[in-house]
């Protein structure tokens, strides 16, 4: 598959078959993540592929009430969601079915191998994200190559000591991401929703000089 096609079509899985993903798929796909770049090439990122039937079910447990929380948020107004209300339905049926995904890959980093420059700003940090999430990407897109579905998400960092409990993680290492992977049930998706590039990319100054595509 030609690289444009992948990026254009890899929209969130919510919806999984049952059947299994073999280890030697899983691990080619894990194996695009090592491309990523990372600050001074610490490469901080460590994946732990949950398989364990009572491990995922336990995951879903700690992700359920965050996710009707925030679902909560949506139907009061108070969160945002860009885009059809489509998402909300089938982010509450994958939230409701999340042990039945064949593959959680939980996503974490080593803190000493992140290299955040902004933290001592007046603001959220935000950079060291970029040597975790750039990885991540490569695995989503990897997935899609072999006709796999993902979805990233990130709810569960709300409770991450459990989730370090329940797997085992050190305590220098954090939790970035999970990440759901298995055989999607509906067709991938034609087209993304998602802002012209005249919106977001600018020339030489912020909000001037639109690059249009
Ligand atoms: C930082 C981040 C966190 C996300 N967290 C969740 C999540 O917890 N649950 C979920 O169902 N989707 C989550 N998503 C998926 C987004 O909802 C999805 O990327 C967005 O709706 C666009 O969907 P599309 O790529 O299918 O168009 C997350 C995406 C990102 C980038």
Known sequence: MELNEIMRTNGTCRFY?????????L????????????????????????????????????YLPIWNSYLEG????????GGRAKII????????????VPIQLVVCARLD????????????????????????????LAARECG?????TTLLCVVEPQVKALLGIPEDVSTAA???IGWPVNAFPKKLTRRPLAEFAF???????AIES
Not at 115 to 132: C, F, K, M, W
Not at 148 to 152: C, K, P, Q, V, Y
């Open 203 to 209: 020339t030489d100054h912020y909000n001037e000089g």
């Open 17 to 25: 078959k049952p059947d299994p993903v073999s280890d030697e798929i």
């Open 113 to 140: 191998d992140v290299h955040p420059t902004d933290v001592e700003l007046d603001r959220l940090s935000i950079v060291g994200g970029a040597s975790i999430y750039p990885a991540v990407q490569n695995v989503l």
């Open 178 to 180: 999970m990440v759901t």
């Open 89 to 100: 339905d089938d982010a509450d049926y994958f939230a409701n079915h999340l042990d039945e």
């Open 74 to 81: 949506v139907n009061a107004g108070k969160n945002r969601v």
């Open 148 to 152: 796999l579905g993902t979805a990233l």
């Open 27 to 62: 691990a080619k796909v894990l194996d695009a993540a090592r491309w990523g770049p990372s600050g001074g090439n610490r490469q901080p990122l460590r994946f732990i592929a949950v398989r364990d039937q009572k491990k995922k079910t336990a995951l879903k447990n700690l």
